[in-house]
């Protein structure tokens, strides 16, 4: 019954109103039932009677008793007479027989000669009543008495003459505000998200045009927004694996053509000489095997298979070697290894890991830099890290094609092969792995004056590292 969020906002929003309706009632009778106002209303009247009747009291007593019952019948009051003592000498009413005493329960102090209070008949009727003192005593008949009963009545009618139907029209008015306000709080918030569950419902048939509206409350909008944020990187991730499937088959087509080309050629003895033959084969045969060694170190890094060592690693000796092992063949390209490596803290890591990307990084330089031209890298201590630069005077990466280097299998230049045999088109995806594993960053933007540079930033020990091995001097 209340599966739909109209329903249910409109059911709170009776409730509510019911709830502030039954409040709001319960204390307007409260109020009413414990107001001295009918009470003091009251005390006056009577107070009024007696005055206007003691005036009558002067004259002749004989008749005395028929003025006080033809004043209690005029006024609908009952009179007294009655003594400093509550004795009573007369009662206009005749239940009260003389010398019978009044049951009084509560006064107040006497005022200006005038005396209230309660007494009460029997075990439920009170009465309250006022005494004033009589100007001419008769014999101990000293005190005139004006007396009503004080009934709940005329507060409930009060109540109901004049608040129930306010009240029932208020409860009336509250019902259609509350079924507007339901119905287009229910619209503002039920109506993007049926248009995010159908663009949903779209996604996940591969049509990724839908988007979620941005409207309604906050709450909503942010809904909106992280749905289209992760359905961007649902099509991201589909077009990168798909990308993936591309480049792998592609990069597999190229090896195994020519193993079965030239396999095929020994078979029907059209090589003259196997020997050059099998070198190719072997060399495909090695070069498909880094491939698949390099898609299995990836896939172990990305599902956090791959232990990583933590030990203390000096950054500026770890450098310094990595520029020695490719400095013969930098010689050989005709390239200069220049470096400036200043005086940076110790950082915790894998050694093994952060030596391959820097051995690819600067490996890669030195690749796409002319004879002649020059590989800079350097080390210095910046926001709390460790900042590493290595820079080339290669071609360089267009603008538009730095944010995707990093990816599997791309290629800047799409229209030739790479130059280096050597590489499998995985190594900078499995450097920007290995960094952010160890909490840093990696990213490359163009030189100053041209080619590429490609920048490292990994965080300082944490204290948590304290207790990791550090190394020897």
């Known amino acids: 019954m209340f599966a739909s969020l109209r329903a249910r906002l409109l059911f709170s929003y009776i409730m509510v109103m019911g709830v502030t309706l ?45 003025r006080l019952k033809a004043i209690a019948e005029s006024t609908s009051a009952r009179i007294l007479l009655a003594s400093q003592d509550h004795r009573v000498f007369f009662d ?18 006497e005022a200006n000669g005038i005396i209230r209070g309660t007494y009460r008949v029997g075990q439920d009727q009170v009465w309250l009543f006022v005494a004033l003192k009589l100007p001419n005593a008769r014999n101990d008949a000293d005190r005139l008495i004006i007396a009503a009963p004080r009934p709940p009545g005329p507060l409930l009618s009060f109540f109901g003459e004049n608040m129930l139907r306010p009240l029932l029209q208020a409860a009336v008015i509250g019902l259609i505000l509350a079924i507007i306000l339901a119905f287009l709080i229910s619209s503002s918030v039920a109506g993007p998200l049926k248009r995010t569950a159908v663009a949903a419902r779209a996604i996940a048939d591969g049509d990724y045009s839908k988007k979620s509206p941005l409207e309604g409350p906050v709450e909503v909008r942010e809904l909106g927004r992280a749905f289209n944020e992760m359905a961007q990187k649902v099509q991201r991730s589909q077009q990168t694996q798909r990308d993936f499937l591309a480049n792998v088959s592609h990069e597999l087509k190229t090896p195994l053509t020519s193993i079965q080309g030239y396999a095929q050629a020994i078979l029907d003895g059209a090589a003259a000489q196997p020997g050059p033959a099998a070198r190719v084969i072997y060399d495909e045969a090695a070069r498909m095997h880094r491939l698949v060694e390099d898609l299995l170190d990836l896939a172990r890094i990305e599902s956090g298979q791959s232990p990583f060592q933590r030990e203390h690693i000096r950054l500026a000796q770890l450098l310094q070697s990595v520029m020695e092992n490719l400095a013969l063949r930098a010689s050989k390209q005709g390239v200069t290894l220049l470096h400036s490596l200043t005086s940076v803290p110790p950082i915790t890591g894998d050694n093994d890991r952060l030596a391959q990307v820097l051995t690819n990084l600067i490996d890669n330089a030195i690749t796409h830099t002319p004879s002649g031209g020059q590989v800079r890298v350097s080390a210095a201590h910046i926001d709390s890290g460790v900042q590493v630069i290595v820079s080339d005077t290669g071609k360089g990466i267009p603008p538009e094609e730095l944010s995707r280097i990093f990816e599997r299998f791309y290629q800047v230049d799409k229209s030739r092969m790479r130059s280096d045999k050597r590489g499998t088109g995985l190594g900078l995806t499995i450097s920007k792995e290995i960094i952010e594993a160890h909490g840093g960053k990696i990213y490359a933007e163009r030189g100053k004056e041209g080619g590429t540079t490609f920048n490292i930033w990994l965080p300082l020990p944490r204290a948590s590292d304290e207790t990791v091995p550090r190394v020897k001097n």
């Open 92 to 109: 206009s009413d005749g239940a009260i027989q003389p010398g019978r005493t009044l049951d009084v329960r509560s006064t107040q102090p």
């Open 22 to 66: 039954c409040i709001v009632s319960t204390a307007l009778l409260f109020i009413l039932l414990s107001s001295p106002l009918p009470t003091r209303q009251m005390y006056e009247r009577l107070e009024s009677i007696g005055r206007a009747a003691l005036p009558s009291l002067r004259g002749n007593p004989s008749n005395s008793d028929a």
